[in-house]
């Protein structure tokens, strides 16, 4: 671990936990401080609380001790520099927040305290101080089995670095654990009812609830008779309103709901049982022991009779469309194209034929209008489609103006087709003198400085004749000539 320092002296370590942390005495007796590494993680840094043995809690942010030597010692003092909190002009601006998750009520937060809490007892159950002289911290000290140092390591490993609630709760709440760690444990045993119920009051005992802790429907022994759940229950908060299970139903769930029967009844429970599929209502679990039918089903001799909505007029389709039953209900499907209403699904099941469809025996069938002339122009050609037909233009054609004209195929042009007299003087120009930069290249034989003339003066030859006329040119590459 490494070296770390507080303005009131060297901490020395006493103990190690199972899970890292360590407790740290400053001085010894009654003047000893301690610290524990649970500060919430959103304040960023390592921050520690140090406290007497008996007194009030204050964070303190610890810092390494400066290395030795010159550069590390500024590498050090220019790390805590850009550590310390610049101007709002220079710090970042924050990111977009989301919309923040649902917070848990505090009674459940204290109900997870306290359960890593007397998990953590478990874990240190055979631990002892591990300062190297263990018969002589017990015997100046106290027991490790009761010691704050045992406390200190179960309080470490209580919340979970990212929950911020749980740490708010303990350092609100953590002066009473104390309290019950060195008092109240032999008169109060159940940290969760003396911390979360009697003293902080976040929540309320099994079966009640509200800010007066009042009993749920049904009792404290069976909230809700057993088959649902009190809203609220064992906190300071809720309705108290039962939810009940499937099946039930009533303030405190003592009835059998819509589709059920009761199997079985006595002075405390209730077995409710599914009636056969559309009863709503039932005597028995059979399909003769309906009393009560649901939508879309009709009583007759004790048994629930499907009502076929498409024969009895009770379906509500649109003109286009056609009536399908089904168990308890009804469809309406669309009719196929060719129809204007139907009967059923298909063109054989046409009412009317729609406009580009004709009668065929039983069916209604495209007409093949490009069987006689309805593409009136020239060089235009019919194309039948569903229901209907389009003209075109006929293969090499294409439609301008409403007309169809032959498409013209360009002819390619050569580069120096379109060159003025101007341009022609100037290429003839840039001939002579890269035979004249060609030839003083040959006689230094390959010398680089004049190489380097006479690339550099054909580029200068070539740069200048494609700027007299490159509109014509880029022109003429983007027209594909």
């Keep these: 671990m490494a070296r770390r320092h507080w303005l009131g002296g060297k901490l020395r370590p006493l103990g190690c936990g ?3 942390g360590c407790t740290f005495y400053a001085g010894c007796g009654s003047d000893a401080v301690r610290r524990r590494p649970t500060a919430p993680a959103a304040w960023g840094g390592r921050f520690f609380l140090l406290r007497g043995l008996r007194g009030s809690p204050a964070w303190v942010k610890m810092a390494p001790w400066p290395p030795k030597g010159l550069v590390p010692a500024v590498l050090w003092g220019l790390s805590l520099f850009l550590n310390l909190p610049g101007p709002i002009w220079l710090q970042p601006s924050p990111p977009p927040q ?24 478990e874990r240190t159950i055979r631990d002892n101080f591990g300062g190297g002289n263990t018969a002589w911290e017990e015997e100046n000290l106290s027991k490790y089995k009761d010691s704050e140092t045992r406390l200190v390591e179960v309080l470490e ?18 002066e009473l654990v104390e309290s019950w760690w060195f008092h109240k444990q032999q008169e109060a045993p159940d940290l969760f ?22 009993p749920c429907p049904g009792g404290t022994e069976r909230p809700c008779g057993g088959y649902g759940q009190c809203e609220g229950e064992g906190t300071r908060g809720g309705s108290g309103h039962c939810d009940c299970q499937a099946g039930y139903r009533g303030e ?12 079985e009844r006595n002075a ?15 005597s028995g679990p059979e399909e003769s022991n309906c009393l009560q039918c649901k939508k879309g089903w009709a009583l007759h001799h004790l048994k629930c009779v499907d009502i076929d909505e498409c024969g009895t007029e009770g379906a509500n389709c649109g003109a286009d469309q056609f009536c399908v039953n089904t168990e308890g209900s009804y469809e309406c499907r669309d009719c196929a194209k060719a129809c204007l209403g139907c009967m059923g699904a298909g063109p054989g099941r046409c009412k009317k034929c729609s406009p580009g469809y004709q009668q065929v025996g039983s069916k209604c069938l495209d007409v093949d209008e490009c069987e006689t002339e309805v593409c009136p122009g020239e060089n235009k050609q019919c194309e039948n489609t569903e229901g209907g037909y389009r003209c075109i233009c006929a293969e090499g054609y294409k439609q301008m103006e409403g007309i169809c004209v032959k498409e013209q195929i360009p002819e390619s042009a050569g580069f120096f087709s379109e060159m003025t007299e101007d341009e022609l003087v100037v290429l003839q120009q840039m001939f ?37 006329r490159s509109d014509r040119v880029l022109e003429g590459f983007i027209k594909g000539r």
């Design 18 to 20: 199972a899970g890292g």
């Design 98 to 121: 989301s919309s923040p998750p649902p917070q848990p009520h505090p009674c459940h937060t204290c109900r997870g305290l306290v359960d890593s809490f007397n998990k953590g007892l």
């Design 157 to 174: 490993g209580v919340c979970s670095k990212s929950d911020f609630e749980c740490h708010r709760l303990l350092e609100l709440s953590e």
């Design 193 to 214: 009812q003396w911390l979360c119920s009697d003293s902080l009051k976040l929540c309320c005992p099994a079966g009640t609830f509200g800010p007066s802790c009042l």
């Design 252 to 263: 405190a769930c003592g009835q059998c709901g819509l589709g059920y029967f009761e199997a």
């Design 268 to 282: 405390s429970h209730l077995v409710c049982s599914a009636c056969f599929g559309p009863c709503a209502r039932c």
């Design 432 to 468: 002579f003198g890269i035979i004249i930069c060609a030839l003083a290249t040959l006689a230094a034989k390959g010398d680089l400085v004049f190489t380097a003339i006479f690339i550099g003066a054909v580029a200068a030859m070539t740069g200048y004749w494609l700027s007299e």
